[in-house]
């Protein structure tokens, strides 16, 4: 975690100081070639380190269920993702760069799977510890996917409005920079995979309920856009994003999650 944490501040240093004021790029010769290299890699390596993180923590706490998880939130997201770049179903039609390399089906870069998957368990699990223990069918699905949604209020600006990672084909919202058929796209996925998550039936190790694990984890993964859209003064995505997580911190860290938190104040 303190690695990806690491990459992150890299990241977001190397975005601050050279994509926002490119003009330095010419102060050092070495400095192009490195900063062309370094915004290839730096994506590839949060990525990887995201999934590498969640993976082995899966491993050590969690039953075998968490392989049927990935292995639905790989499928899910990679016949969304190929629905969108080819069809532009659900998400609204866009292409990837070379950026984040290698691709399935020479449409989506295989990393793009992987996080999906590790958003989509955390954002999981913080639901369940938002929603406490007594909860309505399917209410972890719902909030998850909001979870999820929320943050690509961020992520999808800084990756493709902010850089270019992937380039969307129709004209973006002018207040998210996004198109608004994208959130419709995430929430629907989200639903799907979140869904099989909780269909499963596996559950928040105590552990994790005690370390937070779930929300800190999120809360790196949002690192990253959340610092580029401040940076660029994305102010409706950083409100958005940042109101969400501000609740889900709150309740989380309550006792029993939000019913127990409800009853506490009432008392």
Known sequence: MILLILVNAISIFGYVT????????????????????????????????????MVL?????????????????????????YGGTTYGIPF???????????K????????????WFFMAFSSYF??????????????????????LVSWDLTLDPAMSHLTSYWYWEKPVDSFLKIPLSNLFGWFVTGILIIGCFELSRIKIPQKWQTSQFPLKFYAV???????LSIASQLWISVAATGLAFTFCFWISTQTGGIRNFR?????
């Open 18 to 53: 050279f994509v926002l004021n490119p003009q330095l790029l010419s102060y050092f010769s070495w400095a192009p070639a490195i900063f062309a290299v370094s915004f290839k890699l730096f994506a590839q390596l949060q990525i990887f380190l995201g999934f590498v993180v």
């Open 126 to 147: 913080l639901a369940e510890q938002v929603l406490g223990d007594r909860q309505w069918p399917f209410a972890k699905t719902i909030l998850g996917s909001f979870l």
């Open 104 to 115: 399935l089906a020479g449409q989506v870069p295989f990393f793009v799977p992987l996080s």
């Open 221 to 227: 993964n949002l690192m990253l856009p959340l610092s």
């Open 92 to 102: 609204g039609k866009y292409t990837y760069s070379d950026m984040l390399g290698w």
């Open 57 to 81: 923590h899966c491993k050590k706490d969690l039953n075998k269920k968490w392989y049927f998880c990935l292995l639905a939130a790989f499928t899910i997201s990679f016949i969304m993702e």
């Open 263 to 267: 009853r506490i104040n009432v008392e």
